[in-house]
């Protein structure tokens, strides 16, 4: 059994949202670059150059990608033989995110409650958390910030199984041009299949942490994030929704083994700083 201290959570998480905040990563740096380099339309290469732009000054000046600094979604692998003392881990992790927040003047976006009074928390907590045990003694920890332009935009449908592949593409197409502009494209698309309701929307927002440049394992769902993905750029939403070729960088599934009668599809829309920071502690 390995300990380790509620108070190492935080910090770690505290750097997390700022460096996700402030760094694109390597990956999504390196697909909107390719998109520059393969968009037609001269107004759409203009503005993937000014995205570039964007994320090596808020890296060389560390500020902001985005003045939307998101709600803090958090993926956590938690090892069985770990065990966390010093306090409780959803504490740990929304101190980490008052922390980051507060000390890297990040726009605090959360409301404590949704319908009536919706009155800021001030430090942009609670953190939305997921946690998942798995074999060992460490704890993975991804803080993906989540603005809410592209989460506005994202959908989920309880398909019946009869429906298909055409009704799912049918969806992904129908989303992305109800999304336009809206998500400031390119984007990333995460889309969650199988389970249930809530497991496919947790699907579709964890496939978004995935590398741009990395397919599907399972060899039928990499060909078909290839094919969604040429669907999606044939909508010609573009750039900022302007129009050109390149509408997403790419098309993420994660699926899972679902119920005889159910065929649940959700897609997670992302923008063109699709954030995300992680460590293993």
Do not use: W
């Amino acid at each position: 059994m390995r300990t380790i201290d509620a108070s190492q959570i935080t910090e770690a998480i505290a750097k997390l949202a700022v460096d996700a905040n402030y760094y694109l990563s390597d990956d999504m740096r390196s697909a909107l670059e390719t998109a520059k380099e393969q968009e037609e339309s001269p107004l759409g290469k203009a503005i993937i150059g000014q995205l570039v732009e964007n994320a090596c000054i808020a890296r060389d000046e560390q500020v902001p990608i985005c003045q939307d600094t998101g709600m803090a979604v958090i993926f956590m692998e938690i090892g069985q033989d770990v065990h966390i003392v010093g306090g409780s881990l959803s504490d740990a992790v929304n101190a980490g995110v008052a922390k980051g927040y507060t000390e890297g003047y990040l726009r605090k976006s959360v409301v404590s409650e949704p319908l009536f009074n919706r009155k800021n928390t001030g430090n942009n907590t609670p953190a939305v958390l997921h946690t998942t045990i798995v074999p060992g003694d460490k704890i993975k920890i991804v803080l993906a910030p989540k603005g809410f332009g592209s989460e506005n935009m994202s959908a989920l449908k309880m398909y019946k199984p009869s429906d298909g592949l055409p009704a799912i593409k049918k969806f992904l197409v129908d989303t992305i041009f109800n999304a336009g502009p809206n998500p400031c494209p390119p984007i990333v698309v995460g889309i969650g299949i199988g389970g249930t309701m809530e497991k496919a929307a947790f699907l579709a927002k964890k496939a978004l942490i995935r590398p741009v440049n990395q397919r599907n394992s399972h060899p039928e769902y990499a060909k078909l994030e290839q094919e969604f993905l040429s669907l999606v750029n044939q909508t010609g939403v573009g750039a900022q929704g302007l129009g050109g070729k390149i509408t997403a960088l790419a098309v993420n599934i994660e699926y899972y083994p679902t119920h005889i009668a159910g065929l649940p599809v959700a897609i997670n829309i992302n923008c063109h700083a699709t954030r995300h920071a992680e460590v293993e502690l």
